[in-house]
């Protein structure tokens, strides 16, 4: 009986999720004004590769600036990091079936989800791609946002900060 | 006694649950019904406990108006300050109520890492010099292991090189030394408000007779309130335990503007001195007879060393 429940359970389990807690998100709102970027190495991210449900998950306080000040105008003016604490990514690699997880290579992947900024959440299609190298999935893609869709105010914002920053992702995942 | 309430589900079922939950909760593997959406939901709430987050930005800048604020400079920033203070507004019209004298100190800041930021500067009262280094001891945070309080110790010493009166004695230039300590103690009540208290110690090398003391004591308060996202009104009061005769607390409201790479401070204040010496030991402005001033600091920073995330 045992031996065929572990069957049944192994079967239920034919699927993989892939994950990280390092990703790299950096985002690049510069003008000729002004170098307004960030990085942040903190990035949860997780997927299942039969299905290809993906999700980020993204702390803005971890959004590293070369410059304090900006760092702190970004989270208290900006993005309101305190009651707003995280950004994250909720949808599905649209064509995973063409994805090999066992084959090294690089294939390309489209986005498909709902991307919440400042509590706002807008639908967001974008593509990339997906390394598979020694079995081990990274992805690397990059889009643009309108801040403004986001509700997102303040000074400058069109003028020394790029109204629709550039979004640069980069997971490697385990 | 009230016997527990067994579960009524087949034993079989429980048996099954139990080995999916062995085969599927490996890191790596995970059952059809997985939904990540979910799981990720509950892992944030998880980790939400787990992370310990620092609060920032109790106070917008380095400086509440004379005295040092709980913040330090960035890590590799190089924050240029200059403090100016007219003259006192009840001086009349014939100084144009103040605006026709000056005294102002220029300082450099350098954040050396996320915890110690150095500086030093120069005063016209008096022709002072000063250095100093702030030390953040402990920082205020939420989460695990949160601490409620940011406390910073701040060590100044200040070198006066006005020429004094003659004296039928010799002195030495140590004699022209006087040292400050200064514990911050400081909190954020969310994004509107911030309070700080500052025990202060000065010591003076050389006073001018035995019978005035060359340790004052003296306890420093101070406030941030938003009025907006880039205006805060400040304000900050030292509080004389021990001092010297003719002087007054130095007491001193403004307003900082957030202004991109700046921030602008604009106030009113009784002191003249803008050293930590001069302007809680050495302050003889009133408020009550408009024996104020007005004033301005301005700050720029600049990233010198560029570190890599």
Same mark, same amino acid.
């Not at chain 2, 340790?215 to 400040?234: A, E, Q």
């Given at each position: ?6 069957? =049944?359970?192994? +079967?239920? *389990? ?5 994950? +990280? ?9 510069? +003008?000729?004004? $002004? ?44 993005? $309101? ?17 063409? =994805? ?8 390309? @992947? ?9 509590? @706002? ?46 979004? =640069?992702?980069? *997971?490697?995942?385990? | ?11 079989? %079922? ?19 019904? #997985? ?9 944030? !709430? !998880? ?27 960035? /890590?590799?920033?190089?924050?240029? !300050? ?29 954040? #050396? ?10 005063? &016209? ?38 020429? %004094? ?45 035995? &019978? ?16 907006? !996202? ?29 202004? %991109? ?38 700050? /720029?920073?600049?990233? #010198? ?5």
């Amino acid at each position: 009986m045992s031996f065929l429940l572990v069957g =049944v359970a192994f +079967t239920l *389990c034919a699927q993989k999720i892939y994950s +990280t807690k390092i990703g790299q998100i950096k985002f690049n709102a510069n +003008t000729p004004l $002004e170098n307004v970027s960030a990085v942040n190495n903190q990035v949860d991210s997780k997927m299942i590769d039969k299905t290809g449900q993906i999700v980020f998950s993204v702390l803005i306080k971890s959004f590293k600036f070369e410059n304090q000040l900006m760092e702190d105008h970004f989270n208290e003016n900006y993005m $309101e990091s305190s009651a707003m604490p995280k950004a994250d990514f909720k949808g599905y690699i649209t064509n995973i079936s063409k =994805v090999n997880f066992l084959k090294d290579g690089l294939y390309p @992947v489209n986005f498909d989800g709902t991307l919440t900024i400042h509590g @706002v959440s807008q639908k967001v299609s974008t593509n990339g791609i997906m390394k598979i190298e020694g079995g081990k999935p990274a992805i690397t893609g990059s889009f643009k946002i309108k801040i403004k869709d986001y509700g997102i105010t303040g000074l400058y914002i069109g003028e020394k900060i790029a109204a629709e920053p550039e979004i =640069v992702i980069n *997971c490697k995942y385990e | 006694m009230k016997p527990y309430k067994l579960s009524k589900r087949h034993p079989l %079922g429980g048996c099954l649950a139990i080995l999916l939950a062995i085969f599927c909760s490996g890191p790596f593997t995970a059952g059809a019904q #997985v939904d990540l959406f979910k799981l990720q939901a509950e892992q944030d !709430k !998880k980790d939400a406990k787990q992370k310990k987050e620092i609060t920032t930005s109790i106070f917008k800048t380095t400086r509440i108006v004379n005295g040092q604020s709980i913040e330090n400079t960035g /890590r590799g920033i190089l924050d240029v !300050k200059i403090s100016h203070r007219f003259g006192e507004v009840n001086t009349g019209g014939y100084n144009f109520f103040g605006l026709d004298q000056a005294t102002f100190r220029i300082g450099l800041d350098y954040g #050396v890492s996320d915890r110690l930021e150095i500086g030093a500067g120069r005063s &016209s009262y008096n022709k002072e010099f000063d250095e100093f280094f702030k030390f953040r001891l402990l920082r205020q945070s939420t989460g695990k292991g949160s601490m409620p309080l940011s406390v910073s110790l701040v060590s100044t010493a200040v070198e006066r090189t006005i020429n %004094g009166p003659t004296t039928p004695y010799t002195t030495n230039y140590t004699d022209n030394l006087n040292f400050v300590n200064q514990l911050i103690l400081a909190r954020k009540f969310g994004d509107d408000f911030s309070l700080q208290f500052v025990p202060t110690m000065v010591h003076y090398n050389s006073v001018q007779t035995t &019978s005035i003391p060359n340790d004052l004591y003296s306890v420093g308060t101070g406030f941030r309130l938003r009025l907006s !996202k880039r205006v805060n009104l400040t304000g900050e009061y030292y509080y004389q335990v021990t001092q010297f005769r003719g002087t007054y607390n130095a007491a001193s409201i403004g307003l900082d503007i957030e202004t %991109g790479g700046h921030v602008f401070q604009f106030f009113f204040t009784n002191a003249t001195g803008i050293n930590e010496s001069s302007f809680i030991t050495q302050t003889t402005g009133q408020w009550g007879n408009g024996g104020v001033h007005f004033g301005f600091n301005i700050s /720029r920073v600049f990233t #010198v060393v560029k570190h890599k995330y």
